[in-house]
């Protein structure tokens, strides 16, 4: 029988939770009972989403890290077993992208998408595993895309860094699947937020956050011998 709440009694750190996707997960891994720490560079921004999930009535911690920098991660992580004792479930979801052809990108621009979408998730997810180890459970989702499936024009390192997650995420999957945690990778195809609000595609036909949430979800409510790697997300019409 379902429960309402099939999370009640564990705790997520979700990355990248104060806008979009991570923000739409953290809800909804809060409204399944779940005790949630946020994490984002900008403070205020952070404060204001673990606000609002608290006026849901939703256990929230707001901590804020930058994911590309290893002590800013250990703060993090320290921060959040303090609070919550233990970490459940961990949500790579910090993303950022820049796009142009790969002969105009600048070292900063690779180096940004580089640190935060794949250094970042190898940086928390080292952190976090040891503990995950200590109680043979855990699950680890990445949130990649499907650009890390396909070429795009002007989507070197942003593929790179999408392309390179999926590696690490299967091999993560290979060192840890026997000792009962499960990594596993969501790829969404166009998801509506601010990322993607220069796109010229239709927003209206575009996947919503609570899609990728929705993922997430299932994933976390798998019986225990169930593995589900990867989940490739696309909108019903194309946007
Ligand atoms: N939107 C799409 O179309 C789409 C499609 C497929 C996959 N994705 C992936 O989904 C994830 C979330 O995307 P989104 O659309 O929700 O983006 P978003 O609205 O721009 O939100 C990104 C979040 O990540 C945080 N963040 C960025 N850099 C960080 C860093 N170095 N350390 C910690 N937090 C950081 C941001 O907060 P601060 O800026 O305050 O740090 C923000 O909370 C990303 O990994 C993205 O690549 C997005």
Same mark, same amino acid.
């Given at each position: 029988? !379902?429960?309402?709440? !099939? #999370?009640?009694?564990?705790?997520?750190?979700?990355?990248?939770?104060?806008?979009? +996707?991570? @923000?739409?997960?953290?809800?909804?891994?809060? =409204?399944?009972?779940?005790?949630? %720490?946020?994490?984002?560079?900008?403070?205020?921004?952070?404060?204001?989403?673990?606000?609002?999930?608290? &006026?849901? %009535?939703?256990?929230?911690?707001?901590?804020?890290?930058?994911?590309?920098?290893?002590? =800013?991660?250990?703060?993090?992580?320290?921060?959040?077993?303090?609070? @919550?004792?233990?970490?459940?479930?961990?949500?790579?979801?910090?993303?950022?992208?820049?796009?142009?052809?790969?002969? =105009? #990108?600048?070292?900063?621009?690779?180096?940004?998408?580089?640190?935060? &979408?794949?250094?970042?998730?190898?940086?928390?997810?080292?952190?976090? +595993?040891?503990?995950?180890?200590?109680?043979?459970?855990?699950? +680890?989702?990445?949130?990649?895309?499907?650009?890390?499936? &396909?070429?795009? !024009?002007?989507?070197?390192?942003? /593929?790179?860094?999408?392309?390179?997650?999926?590696?690490?995420?299967? /091999?993560?999957?290979?060192?840890?699947?026997? *000792?009962?945690?499960?990594?596993?990778? +969501?790829?969404?195809?166009?998801?509506?937020?601010?990322?993607? *609000?220069?796109?010229?595609?239709?927003?209206?036909?575009?996947? =919503?956050?609570?899609?990728?949430? *929705?993922?997430?979800?299932?994933?976390?409510?798998?019986?225990?011998?169930? @593995?589900?790697?990867?989940?490739?997300?696309?909108?019903?019409?194309?946007?």
């Amino acid at each position: 029988m !379902p429960t309402e709440h !099939p #999370l009640a009694g564990q705790s997520a750190l979700i990355t990248g939770a104060s806008r979009g +996707i991570g @923000f739409a997960i953290a809800r909804r891994l809060g =409204q399944m009972g779940a005790r949630v %720490s946020l994490c984002g560079r900008d403070k205020k921004a952070l404060e204001d989403a673990a606000t609002r999930l608290r &006026n849901e %009535s939703i256990d929230a911690f707001a901590f804020p890290a930058d994911v590309s920098r290893a002590d =800013q991660v250990a703060s993090l992580v320290d921060a959040t077993l303090k609070k @919550f004792d233990a970490i459940d479930i961990l949500i790579n979801n910090a993303g950022v992208g820049r796009f142009g052809p790969i002969h =105009q #990108l600048t070292e900063t621009d690779w180096d940004a998408v580089l640190d935060t &979408n794949l250094k970042g998730v190898f940086l928390v997810s080292r952190a976090v +595993i040891p503990g995950m180890l200590a109680r043979s459970r855990g699950h +680890i989702i990445n949130i990649s895309s499907l650009a890390g499936k &396909n070429a795009m !024009p002007g989507g070197g390192a942003y /593929c790179a860094s999408k392309w390179g997650l999926l590696g690490l995420t299967y /091999c993560m999957a290979e060192d840890l699947r026997a *000792h009962g945690i499960r990594v596993a990778s +969501i790829c969404p195809g166009s998801v509506a937020t601010d990322f993607s *609000h220069s796109s010229t595609k239709d927003a209206k036909k575009m996947l =919503q956050p609570d899609d990728v949430a *929705h993922a997430v979800a299932m994933l976390l409510t798998q019986a225990p011998q169930s @593995f589900i790697s990867e989940v490739l997300l696309r909108p019903t019409q194309k946007p």
